[in-house]
């Protein structure tokens, strides 16, 4: 079946530090990858998606991830961290082509530390 | 900026209710979603539409849910009648699907309380 797998469901990181999000995912095929933000109480935001090419693929807020296929991964960084980084983040993925569901990870809270 | 659009924001209403959900997708999408959050579930997706038509909804409690696009600039979600299970956050998401690719936008969300 397929699955999106998020081994943390709660980060805390000290402001300036450094952060990675994991995010491993289980399709028949490469599927198409996301990462979105949710802040408390609003929407999720896109931060970055990968369809194909260049498997370091760059997003706003100065977020990257990375495509690793040996591994089926998608992991998020970002090189420092800012308190307004605070929210959830959830990888997301869909199979290619035509109509594909969005199979969501449960989410990952961030928590920063001043 | 475009964004995907959803009133109300927050609804407060009793057991029986009729609740009716908004969104206006982003201009020039051709796909239209509805999705529910709460914390027990998740993100469940409850329908699916592409050029207007419903393609999906086998997400959706088909006894008191229902969901329609009159027009490519408005989506409705209705539940008639409302029950306390029903308390969640709702979110529309459009996108453009294209040669087998699709990213999809979110709205705000409406979150709703039935009491």
């Known amino acids: 079946a397929q699955s999106v797998t998020q081994p943390d469901i709660h980060i805390t990181v000290s402001e300036g530090a450094s952060l990675e999000l994991r995010c491993n995912y289980s399709?028949?095929?490469?599927?198409?990858l996301f990462w979105y933000v949710q802040s408390p109480g609003q929407g999720l935001q896109l931060l970055l998606k990968?369809?194909?090419?260049?498997?370091l693929v760059q997003g706003i807020k100065g977020f990257e991830a990375e495509f690793k296929r040996s591994q089926s991964s998608f992991n998020l960084r970002k090189p420092s961290v800012h308190w307004s980084d605070a929210a959830e983040y959830f990888c997301v993925a869909r199979g290619v082509g035509g109509y594909n569901k969005l199979i969501f990870g449960a989410g990952t809270r961030l928590a920063v530390h001043p | 900026d475009a964004r995907v659009t959803q009133t109300p924001r927050h609804k407060v209403t009793e057991m029986g209710q009729e609740v009716t959900m908004r969104c206006q997708p982003i201009?020039?999408?051709?796909?239209v979603f509805w999705y529910r959050q709460t914390m027990m579930q998740g993100l469940e997706l409850l329908a699916y539409f592409r050029n207007r038509a419903p393609l999906d909804d086998s997400g959706m409690p088909k006894d008191r849910f229902s969901a329609e696009m009159p027009d490519a600039t408005l989506a409705t979600l209705k539940i008639q009648p409302s029950e306390p299970r029903d308390s969640a956050v709702y979110f529309c998401a459009s996108g453009w699907l294209a040669g087998g690719q699709e990213t999809q936008y979110f709205g705000p969300g409406t979150r709703l309380l039935v009491l």
């Open positions: 201009l020039g999408h051709n796909t």
């Open positions: 990968y369809f194909s090419g260049d498997t």
């Open positions: 399709y028949g095929a490469t599927p198409y």
